[in-house]
C-alpha cells in the first residue's frame, strides 16, 4: 500500500472506534431525558447503556474471526452500514423497549467493525515504528471519544435543534457513518482470507450465550440483587464458558478452525495486558458515569455545565498522549505507571473535595490531572497487548482484547455503579464508597504493569 494511502486507510478505519465509543459515553448525560420522555424505571434506562454494552462485547470475537473469513473490508463496511442504520433506528425509537433493543443491534455493528480496524493496522503498518504509532493514534481516539461522548450527550440535550433534542445523539452518528463506508469502498483494500476449515458456527454459539448470560444478569444485579434468576444466569455462564474453552482447546490440538485459537493464552505478555485493560476500563467506565451523576445530582451542575468540565480531561489527555509516545521507547512500562499514579492521586483529591458544591472550583484541576494520567497510560496499552501477537492471530488478538474492554466496561459499570446507587438510596456516602472501589482497581494496574515490566525485562535478559 501507498504510504499515502497507508494514513488515509488509518484515518478512515479511526472513525469506527471514534463512533463506537462515543456511543458508550455519550448516553450518560442524557438519560435523565430518556427516562422523562418516555416515561420508564431506572433500570430500563440503565438498559439503554448495559444493552449496547451487551451486544458490543458479545460479538467482538465473532466479528473478528467473520473478518478472517470473508474479508476485513468487507465486513468493517457491512458493520459501518448497520451501525448506521441502528443508529437512526434509535434516533426515532418510539418506546423505550425499542430503543434498547436498537441498541443492542447497534452494539453488534460495533463488534463486528472494531476488530476489522485492529487487524487492518496490524496488517498495514509493517514497520515497528509506525506500528506503535498506528496503535498509540488508535488509543489516543479512544480517550477522545470517552471525553468527546460525555460532551455531545449534555451539548445535545442543553441545546433544542429539535423538539426532543436528546434524539441527535444517536442520529449525529448517520452522516459520518455514511461518508465512512463510501470512503471504505474506494480507498481500504481488501486483505487476504483466511478460510481453511468451516466457520466455528458451534464456538459462536456457546461464546454468545455464555457472554450474553453473563453481562445480561450482571446489568439486573442493581435492580434485583442476587436473586434466583441472576444466579441462574451467572452459574448458567460460568458452566457455558468452561464448555466453550474445552471445545475451543481440543479444535485447536486438532487444528479443526476453532472460533478462538487457545495457542494466543500462551504468551504470557498477553494474558498481563488483558488484566491491565480488564482493571484499567471497568475503573475508567465507571468513574465517568458516577461523575456524570454526582456532577449533576450532589453539586447541582447544569448537564450543559457538567459535560463542559469533561473538557478539561480532554485537555490534560491530549497534551500527555502525545508526549508519551514521544518518550514510550525511552522510559516504557514505567510511563504508564507514573500515568496510573496520576489517576489515582486525581480521584483521592476528588474524594476529600467533591462531595461539598462549594468546591465546584476545583473540578478542572481535578479532571486536568486525571486526564494527564490518562493519556499516558490508554494509547499505550493495545500497543503492549499485539505487541508479540503473530500476524495470523492479529484479528483475533483484537477481538479478544476488545471484548475484554467492553465486558470490564460493563463489570466496572455493574459492580461499582451497583454499589453506588444502593449507598445513595441508604444514605450513605456513595461517591467516596465507589470512588475508593476505583481507586483500588487501579491500584491493581498498577501492580500488573509492574509486573509486565519484569517480564519485559526477564525475557530481554
Known sequence: MKETNKWLALLIVLVAPLLSVIDVYIVNMALPEIKQQYLTSDSNTELVISSYLLGYCVFLVTGGRAGDFFGRKKIFIIGMLSFTITSALCGY???????????????????????????????????????????????????????????????????????????????????????????????????????????????????????????YGLTLVPEEGLSVLVL???????????VFWKNQKRKTQQQSSPLMNTNLFKIKSFNLVLLVALFFFGAHNSYLLI????????????????????TFNGIGFLMSSFIALKLLHKYGIKLLIIGCCLMIISLVLQIFTLGDP????????????????????????????????????????GGVYSTVQQFSSAFGISIIGSVFFFSLKQGL????????????????????????????????S
Not at 465512512?180 to 483494500?189: I, K, M, W, Y
Request: aromatic share 16%; hydrophobic share 55%; with cysteine.
Open 291 to 310: 461523575c456524570a451523576v454526582q456532577f449533576q445530582n450532589t453539586l447541582h451542575l447544569d448537564p450543559y455545565v457538567a459535560s463542559q468540565y469533561f
Open 232 to 242: 441462574l444466569l451467572l452459574f448458567l455462564s460460568g458452566i457455558l464458558l468452561y
Open 429 to 460: 456516602d456513595g461517591y467516596t464508597i465507589a470512588m475508593s472501589m476505583a481507586i483500588i482497581y487501579l491500584v491493581f494496574v498498577a501492580l500488573f504493569l509492574y509486573r509486565l515490566s519484569k517480564l519485559n525485562t526477564t525475557n530481554r
Open 93 to 215: 425509537a418510539g418506546t423505550i423497549f425499542q430503543l434498547i433493543l436498537f441498541r443492542f443491534f447497534q452494539g453488534v455493528a460495533a463488534a463486528f467493525m472494531i476488530p476489522q480496524t485492529l487487524t487492518i493496522i496490524q496488517i498495514t503498518f509493517r514497520e515497528a515504528k509506525e506500528r506503535n504509532l498506528a496503535f498509540g493514534f488508535f488509543g489516543i481516539t479512544l480517550g477522545i471519544a470517552s471525553i468527546l461522548g460525555q460532551f455531545l450527550g449534555g451539548y445535545f440535550v442543553a441545546h433544542h435543534y429539535i423538539e426532543e433534542s436528546w434524539r441527535l445523539i444517536f442520529l449525529i452518528n448517520v452522516p459520518f457513518g455514511l461518508v465512512t463506508v463510501v470512503l471504505s469502498f474506494f480507498f481500504l483494500q481488501e486483505t487476504s482470507l483466511h478460510r481453511e476449515g468451516k466457520f466455528d458456527l458451534f464456538g459462536v454459539l456457546l461464546l454468545t450465550i455464555a457472554l450474553g448470560s453473563l453481562i
Open 358 to 397: 462549594v468546591n465546584v472550583k476545583y473540578i478542572p484541576w481535578f479532571l486536568l490531572l486525571y486526564g494527564l494520567g490518562q493519556g499516558t497510560l490508554l494509547p499505550s496499552i493495545l500497543n503492549y497487548a499485539l505487541k508479540k501477537i503473530p500476524t495470523d492471530y492479529a484479528a483475533l488478538a
